[in-house]
Nanobody, 128 residues
Framework: QVQLVESGGGLVQAGGSLRLSCVIS????????IAWYRQFPGKERELVAA???????TYADSVKGRFTMSRENTRNTAYLQMNSLTPEDTAVYYC??????????????????????WGQGTRVTVSS
């Protein structure tokens, strides 16, 4: 059974930083592309950042230059370093993982349906 467990969320002041972690078990970590999504109240989940098997990355325009996603295969863990946080970043952040045999190491899935596994989410609150 594949499990994704997020941690690192919490309350931070505007301008501050948080680092989210996502530990994946039950699946060969290195075979998965991994993404961070976030969900605002009453809205659909949106892609924040994603990383391919080979560590290529993509970011939403709203977080470019502020957020950095990375992965550490030896620890089965993906990270989202979030700097210069604003109240507009307040949301529940979800980790997602997926892997198909035909994906190249550079392929970055960008749609929710491409991610088979999801965590329970971690809440990030940024105060002004």
């Amino acid at each position: 059974q594949v499990q994704l467990v997020e941690s690192g969320g919490g309350l931070v002041q505007a301008g501050g930083s948080l680092r989210l972690s996502c530990v994946i078990s039950g699946s060969t970590f290195s075979r998965n592309a991994i993404a961070w999504y976030r969900q605002f109240p009453g809205k659909e989940r949106e892609l924040v950042a994603a990383i391919s098997r080979g560590s290529s990355t993509t970011y939403a325009d709203s977080v470019k230059g502020r957020f950095t996603m990375s992965r550490e295969n030896t620890r089965n863990t993906a990270y989202l370093q979030m700097n210069s946080l604003t109240p507009e970043d307040t949301a529940v952040y979800y980790c997602a993982a997926g892997g198909k045999d035909w994906w190249s190491n550079f392929y970055i899935p960008r749609t929710r349906s491409e991610y088979a596994y999801w965590g329970q989410g971690t809440r990030v609150t940024v105060s002004s």
